[in-house]
């Protein structure tokens, strides 16, 4: 993967330096859903552009492998902005998670006619979401009958098509 600093622009340099744990730490839920919204319009307009020049690409040499490698800065810019969706996509999701969990104690204090104390300090992930349970597992038994259950609605399906 190539990041050199000729392929993109010095927004985009800028943005994509927001999207660095150090800076994302920083923004509140506001911002991180602003520079989501940027990041992914960014994102989508590289892999449109480098989707459009395959395209083109191939028409010109006849194959798909032979214009493979001419591609590869545009392929690199997606995959540069993919990346950087994804961190900003994480810090988003924890903030969310956060904020909610922050709504939840709230609400639950109102209801219980205390004062509210937000919880002091950075919290974790962890202790911002529930430990979760693995589902109950599905007998044989179940699942022959969830089968069944699926094909007699899909008979009867067929069955109402046909008239």
């Keep these: 993967m190539v990041s050199t600093s000729k392929s993109k622009s010095d927004a985009e340099l800028v943005m994509l330096q927001e999207t ?9 839920e ?7 919204k940027r990041v992914r319009r960014a994102r989508n307009k590289h892999v449109g552009k480098y989707r ?3 395209t083109a690409r191939v028409a010109e040499s006849g194959a798909r492998g032979a214009s ?21 996509s994480s810090a988003l999701a924890t ?5 909610a969990a922050e709504l939840k104690a ?15 300090g950075p919290r974790t992930e962890r202790q911002a979401t529930p430990p979760r349970k693995r589902p109950p597992k599905k ?16 008979r009867r399906q067929a069955k109402r098509d046909s008239r």
């Design 52 to 54: 459009r020049q395959a």
């Design 20 to 28: 660095q744990p150090k800076a994302l730490a920083e923004l509140s």
């Design 68 to 88: 493979h490698q001419r591609n590869q800065r545009a392929r690199d810019r997606a995959e540069v902005f993919e990346v950087a969706l994804a961190r900003v």
């Design 139 to 154: 007998s044989s038994g179940r699942l022959k009958k969830d089968a069944s259950s699926i094909s007699q609605g899909a």
């Design 106 to 120: 709230e609400r639950l204090a109102a209801a219980r006619g205390e004062p509210f104390v937000p919880p002091r």
């Design 95 to 99: 903030a969310a998670r956060r904020s």
């Design 30 to 36: 506001d911002d991180l859903l602003d520079l989501h």
